[in-house]
């Protein structure tokens, strides 16, 4: 099946002669190394791995790695700028495996170019236990992986909020930020919607050092392609301002050429390449079987025949290690010149250039400004909603924190998250902080995780809780990867009022707080709200949601305190000085409806206190002394929050009373709604009569 075009053995430096004509882009271009082994040996290194780990794993995709195997190749060997000895040195070419099934050809990719940590032992523990080589991609497992890729789409995505951090950075930094972004993106990943997001972002952005290789096997899962869709995606990725052109993707001066062209870009660049699926299968190439299981004996057997690929499993000739490790050592004077420049810049720059790509944050300005918003409440509380609330705390905080970049899927003036000293980042102008990310929250969602994962921005967004399912997807992943980001989510329940129950957020605090390792936040007041904002910046190693409401609440915390009182994840905010017989739990609008139900209570002579849950997270987190502290022993334990019931019982217990919402909510302004819910202080000093007995 193969060609004779591929089967000739095209030595580097006949690729290089190739495409000699083309101007070689200053700092990034490399001369390609003095090979002695062909490209296809190289990309038959990789597709040997592919096919063997997935054969000795008996599970995982070798499809994909074997037909994008000539493309990395040219890739890794002449346009990467990356030094596997220095896999978080922040001016790398960002490379992002999108279609993740393919973890083989990344792999093999680390293990040839001498990435310390993948071994041949771990290409063998493919897929076990504990190995560096998990069946999709995992940042935080692998060094090299930049991101975690597997839910088609995301790493595309990413990719845009990568290409988007290198823009930003540069504009404040200079040049010691001037890097690409490439990605492999599957037919897969060019289906899903959030792709559409990505793209029209990108494209609006002209985000011009943003790569794209898109895997143009026409297979997927279920057959051909033919069978599900029929996009021309050159003309889709140019329509949203992209430049797109088709290529033989087995022919490696074909591959150079483009990548060579893309290096001049004016524009997010688009390379389809043509591949074949399982390319050297004898009879599962260019078919869905080879996309994910293994190849069996046989077939292996023709592979290795049909590529002319003698060696034994897991054995790579050294000559072919030896070129390819040459290859990993491409980048290392482009590396040790930008060490150079780092050095030379001004200290006080160095300085800040390297806290934020450390992540660390700058601890006393933060401090300061908590500090000036705490006792500007103190000195003049205000009954505000918390998304407003926010807003003055963004005020504080956005200059405190310059790697804070706000954003806002068209909801700027809902959401609250622009401040006034923000500018908006423009494809004429990265240097502002303030991102419109047009009605797309998936592409935000995953393009915040992007500039998380570039290092050296705070990404925080806005849009409505409601919409937290079109982000949902992406923030699981940043839980999993454990990536400070930061959701702004305004119009936080039935609170909004009349917009109804396809804006009003029910059950989404309980479907958000079922993400492992994502903090929900729901603070109850202009205090909290601030105190909120810091726990999440704090947050080093995972994302955050801020839920917080349109309407406007009282301030209740009236003392200055200099703690962050959030940080426990609940507190008693009211109660009397003796023991209670009603414990009130509560959360952000109704945590004043719980201390007005505590006032009618005590004016029955009944003892009841007020417990604000603006985290159940890190109250769940709390030492059990500390919890049981917490919740306390009160007779009756009621939960009140405008939401589901699901979650609560982890404070309340299964016999605690719930005053919530089991159905969809209505159209009307709100107080109507609280009244016809039955959430009000009324409705919760009853229940707990009623708990008493
Ligand atoms: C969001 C999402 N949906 C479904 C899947 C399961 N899945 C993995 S690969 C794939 C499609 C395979 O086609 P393609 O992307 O073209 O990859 P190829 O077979 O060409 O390697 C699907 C449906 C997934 N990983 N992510
Ligand atoms: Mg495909």
Redesign the pocket.
Known sequence: MLSSRNKQAFSMSAIASSTAAVAPNQRHAQAPVAASVTHVEMANAIRALAMDAVEQAKSG?P??PM?MADVATVLFSRFLKFDPADPAWPDRDRFVLS????SMLIYALLYLTGYASMTLEEIKRFRQFGSKTPGHPENFITPGVETTT????QGLANAVGMAIAERHLAAVFGDIVDHKTYVIA????L??GISQEAIALAGHLKLNKLVVLF?D?G???DGA?SLSDSVDQLKRFEAAGWTASRIDGHDPAAIAAALEKAQGADRPVLIACKTT?GYGAPTKAGK?SA??SPLGGDEIKGARAALGWSHAPFQVPDDIVADWRNAGERSKAVHAEWSKRLAALDGAQRAEFERRMKGDLPTHALADAMLKVKQALDASPKDIATRSASEFALEALVPAVPEMIGGSADLTGSNNTRTKSMKAISAADFAGRFIHYGIREHAMASAMNGMALHGGIIPYSGTFLVFSDYCR?AIRLAALMGLRVIHVMTHDSIGLGEDGPTHQPVEHLAALRAIPNLLVFRPADAVETAECWQLALEAKDRPSVLALTRQNLPQLRNRLDTDNICAAGAYEIAGPDGPSEVSIFATGSEVSIAVEAAQLLAQRGIAARVVSVPCFELFLEQPDLVRAAIIGDARVRIGVEAAVRQGWDAIIGSDGVFVGMTDFGASAPYKELYQRYGITAEGVAAAALKGLG
């Open positions: 995709h499809g994909m037909g279609a993740g099934h393919g597997g839910p088609l789409g599957s037919d897969g990943d289906m899903e895997d096997n297979i997927s899962i392609l699926i869905s996309h994910g997807p």
